[in-house]
């Protein structure tokens, strides 16, 4: 099983930047595509970058030049968002997603728990 540890959120005024870490743990054969969600009480969660385990990106239209997602060079389970530009329209909880092969070689997709980001106007 794997578990998620997100950590990286608080408040900012507009204009400022933030950074989201997630670190992956447990027992699993890989990790493959790790993501970042978010989700607002008005909103449906939506889809705010992902990294495939060969560092392909995609963002969504409203993040792309603003955010930047990453993992780890050293250490594939550990993803990061840098936040920049952030407007009050970016505040939401903010959910790390990963689609991992447990050692079963069955595909689990994990959810972290969620960290609050807050941009002030």
């Known amino acids: 099983q794997v578990q998620l540890v997100e950590s990286g959120g608080g408040l900012v005024q507009t204009g400022g930047s933030l950074r989201l870490s997630c670190a992956a743990s447990?027992?699993?054969?890989?990790?493959?595509?790790m993501s970042w969600y978010r989700q607002t009480p008005e909103k449906q969660r939506e889809l705010v970058a992902g990294i495939t385990s060969g560092g392909s990106t995609n963002y969504a239209d409203s993040t792309k030049g603003r955010f930047t997602i990453s993992r780890d060079s050293r250490d594939n389970t550990k993803m990061y968002l840098q936040m920049n530009s952030l407007k009050p329209e970016d505040t939401a909880v903010y959910y790390c997603?990963?689609?991992?092969?447990?050692?079963?070689?069955?595909?689990?997709?994990?959810w972290g728990q969620g960290t609050q980001v807050t941009v002030s106007s």
């Open positions: 447990g027992s699993f054969f890989s990790i493959n595509r």
């Open positions: 997603n990963v689609k991992s092969v447990g050692i079963n070689k069955r595909e689990y997709d994990v």
